[in-house]
């Protein structure tokens, strides 16, 4: 059973987003926060397994409690919703440490799946935002000729040479089968590497691994 916090200031949103959950035999709804402080103190008293997070509300704003949240060490899982699509919330949303970003206008079954994967580890991203927010974020990195390619990040030294591999292309965007199909390995062999790379650099879920892949530039932007 996955336990849900709905996060918005809006009570028409939660009561919607309370209807649609609780159609589900598989998750339960712990109770709804109406603004960012009210959801930090209701996870750290209801720990559930996923908050959905809205980012503008009054007083503390999504970003910051999903930010608080994740600082606490707690098992909950962040998967922000907004009515905006614009990047540099999702950008925001994403380094604060959430684990999915999905615009309010996604279909419900989207919603649900998006809730189920990031409580079990995975990680979930609008479509529309993904390529757009590597692009941006690209624009960050240093450029090759500034890169020192015999120097090895702490963070990737920590991996075995096919972890690195694999990381490599997880940062470029591919799933667990593709992953499998590519270098001829069950997908259940893929998924203890993923989860060992996971654990090894501290990335909470996909969504950071590719962060950190760029980070450490063992993916550019073509």
Do not use: C
Request: charged letters at 25%; hydrophobic letters at 40%; proline letters at 4%.
């Amino acid at each position: 059973m996955t336990t849900v916090l709905i996060t918005d200031d809006q009570p028409l949103q939660r009561l919607g987003f309370r209807m649609l959950l609780e159609s589900q035999d598989d998750m339960t709804v712990l109770g709804e926060a109406g603004n960012g402080t009210e959801a930090v103190r209701m996870t750290a008293e209801l720990s559930p397994d996923v908050v959905l997070m809205d980012i503008r509300m009054p007083g503390l704003d999504g970003i910051e409690a999903t930010r608080r949240i994740v600082a606490s060490g707690d098992r909950t899982r962040v998967l922000i919703l907004t009515t905006f699509d614009l990047d540099e919330y999702a950008y925001a949303g994403l380094r604060a440490g959430a684990s999915g970003f999905l615009i309010k206008d996604a279909l419900p079954e989207e919603l649900l799946s998006g809730i189920r994967a990031v409580a079990t580890g995975d990680a979930v991203v609008a479509p529309s935002l993904t390529r757009r927010l590597l692009d941006a974020y690209a624009q960050h990195l240093p450029s090759a000729a500034t890169t020192d390619s015999t120097f090895l990040d702490p963070r990737l030294a920590v991996l075995t040479e096919r972890e690195r591999e694999i990381l490599t292309v997880i940062g470029q965007g591919w799933t667990n089968s593709e992953i499998s199909s590519r270098f001829h390995l069950a997908e259940s062999t893929v998924k203890t590497h993923v989860s060992r790379i996971l654990a090894k650099t501290g990335a909470r879920d996909r969504v950071q691994a590719v962060i950190l892949a760029y980070d450490t530039s063992l993916v550019r932007p073509s």
